[in-house]
């Protein structure tokens, strides 16, 4: 620890989790030698979601709180579901975060040399014995929580027969599923993980990174401790549903520590939220399937989705922040998710026009060719973010839903008759409707009052509505992605009995073409970019947006109109 995080005085106390007092508290007391290390160890199995988003704010947080270090492991034991592209895309969404590992890259395959010979060293000292039961058998075997387990025909193998089957298990001589290499703990044990838990399986897929050189895998319980244990790991902090084994990872380690060094398990609750599936198996069946567009799909609880989507890594380590780290499982609100996002962008986006589902208005009385520069602030929230200007004229674009022909009491938009100001430009009054022969509204002919603009007389004068505009000859045709929650029940972990696919939202995504936008965007559209456009809400160019095609994803809706609609219908 480093000597500034020393000491904390009793406010600085207080503010930490218990996670974070644990670390503290064993710092203080000069255990592992005062060192913190901890690491972060995905599967590259699929792509990191929201809850991994938790987990990496847990483990690199806490080492830069405390002076500490952070390894990045990546937990590769089963080639079968494993892919490379996977392990590029964790590295990219941690950084994206703005967390980084340094020089400490590493692999369980790193200590699959170790891990085979701890495993030979447990045989020759009696501690774990090849089986040749299959794994329906081995799992009636262990019994349940309250009645004991039988012992394995095999478990009395003779050490000479144990490292001979082993060694030819890994020769590749033996079929996957038909032997496996058991720890010898205690089929009577209360905790089911210690009735002789399995530590090797066969698995003859080729590894990305180590070939064919193996052809047994380590389980998780006995590589995961140990793996800590050969990078120095002091403190392996990790989600509840690890607190039952933690005693069998305690179990693993202590065949290879000793007093002056041992890593630590802590475990924290997982981020559960509303309106999604958390199951890596899931969303890889969504993927799959076709029900989304690939793991980054805006939709996806995915790291990458949500930066697609145009999320802030701010916004999500603000969330994380907020909903905190408990000993307690909790579902959280999407809400609190969407808060943090639009709390963020509110102070970032820059504010553009841009209309969504356009209708022509003909200002009758401007002047035929004129064109006119209004000037537009980039961010009220930002007082260095400056201004752009924009180009007025004759004809512009509202929104369709800004006007109605009969609009009911308290609707300050356009109605005939009625007046309205364009933001940064004029008051106009709807004098005339005109419609098609089916009778559809194709447009609206106003006249403007030429005195109230900024800085002249009549810009004083109030009136109750404000509009969004774009001016017509000026204006950029683009594609909006409109994504939305990807299902529209709030729990569909509560509903074991209906398949999740029938609960995917089916409005999560509308696609609208002709979207009017001021020429501003267009010009400042790199990947990336934050625009909030005004009264519509937040977006962003997407991966496919090319000059030639503008796409822009929208990010998030102005306010949260989700809960109020579900508590209405």
């Known amino acids: 620890m480093s000597e500034e995080n020393a000491t904390l005085d009793n406010e600085q106390v207080k503010g930490l989790n218990f996670v974070e007092e644990e670390v503290y508290n064993d710092l203080r007391a000069g255990k592992n030698g005062g060192r913190l290390n901890t690491r972060f160890p995905p599967e590259p199995n699929g792509y990191l979601h929201i809850g991994h988003a938790k987990a990496i704010c847990m483990d690199f947080g806490i080492a830069e709180k405390f002076g500490g270090t952070c390894n990045l492991r990546f937990d590769d034991t089963n080639p079968v579901k494993e892919d490379v592209e996977y392990v590029d895309a964790i590295r990219e969404d941690i950084h994206w975060l703005g967390f980084d590992w340094g020089n400490r890259e590493y692999y369980a395959s790193d200590y699959f040399p170790k891990l085979y010979d701890l495993a030979v060293r447990l045989i020759k000292e009696g501690k774990a014995y090849v089986d040749d039961q299959t794994s329906e058998e081995i799992a009636r075997q262990k019994g349940t929580p309250t009645t004991p387990g039988e012992e394995s025909p095999y478990r009395n193998r003779s050490v000479e027969e144990n490292l001979d089957l082993f060694t030819r298990m890994n020769a590749g001589e033996f079929d996957e599923g038909s032997r496996v290499l058991r720890a010898k703990i205690d089929m009577a044990s209360p905790n089911m993980h210690f009735r002789d838990p399995i530590m090797y399986r066969i698995i003859k897929t080729p590894h990305h990174r180590t070939g064919t050189t193996w052809k047994v895998y380590p389980m998780y319980d006995f590589a995961h401790g140990q793996s800590d244990y050969f990078e120095g790991v002091t ?16 179990y693993f380690v202590k ?36 029900l989304v567009a690939g793991w980054d799909d805006p939709r996806m609880p995915t790291i990458s989705g949500m930066r697609r989507r145009g999320y802030t890594p701010a916004s999500i380590r603000n969330f994380v922040n907020t909903i905190g780290y408990t000993k307690y499982e909790a579902l959280n609100s999407v809400s609190l998710l969407e808060h943090a996002v639009r709390d963020d962008l509110n102070k ?40 752009h200007e924009m ?59 030429p005195e109230t603009r900024s800085g ?114």
Not at 360 to 377: D, F
């Open 235 to 250: 403190h392996s902090i990790c989600t509840l549903e690890f607190v039952v084994h933690r005693p069998l990872y305690e």
């Open 255 to 290: 065949e290879l520590a000793d007093e002056t060094y041992c890593p630590r398990q802590i475990e924290f609750n997982r981020l559960n939220l509303t309106y999604t599936v958390m199951s890596k198996r899931k969303l890889l069946q969504l993927v799959k399937e076709g």
């Open 348 to 387: 970032i986006a820059t504010r553009v026009m841009a209309v969504i589902n356009p209708l022509k208005v003909v200002i009758t009385n401007y002047p035929e060719g004129k064109v006119e520069t209004v000037t537009m602030e980039n961010n009220p929230e930002d007082s260095e973010s400056g201004v």
């Open 391 to 449: 180009p007025f004229s004759r004809e512009i674009y509202i929104e369709r839903d800004d006007f109605m022909e009969n609009p009911p009491k308290k609707f300050f938009r356009l109605a005939p008759g009625s007046e309205v100001r364009l933001k940064g430009a004029y008051i106009i009054k709807c004098d005339e409707v005109v419609k098609d022969a089916e009778g559809n509204i194709t447009e609206l002919h106003c006249s403007y009052d």
């Open 456 to 569: 002249l007389p009549g810009a004083s004068r109030k009136v109750k509505g404000t509009l969004h505009w774009v001016s017509a000859p000026h204006a950029v045709d683009a594609e909006v992605r409109l994504y939305d929650r990807l299902f529209d029940v709030e729990n569909p972990a509560a509903e074991p009995d209906r398949d999740f696919r029938e609960m995917l939202n089916p409005d999560s995504l509308k696609v609208v073409q002709g979207a009017k936008l001021e020429p501003f965007i267009i010009k400042n559209s790199e990947k990336g970019a934050k625009f909030q456009f005004q009264r519509v809400g937040y977006f962003t160019p997407d991966y496919d947006y090319t000059p030639e095609h503008p796409v822009f994803n929208r990010t998030i809706a102005l306010k949260d109109t989700w809960e109020k609609v579900q508590k209405n219908s």
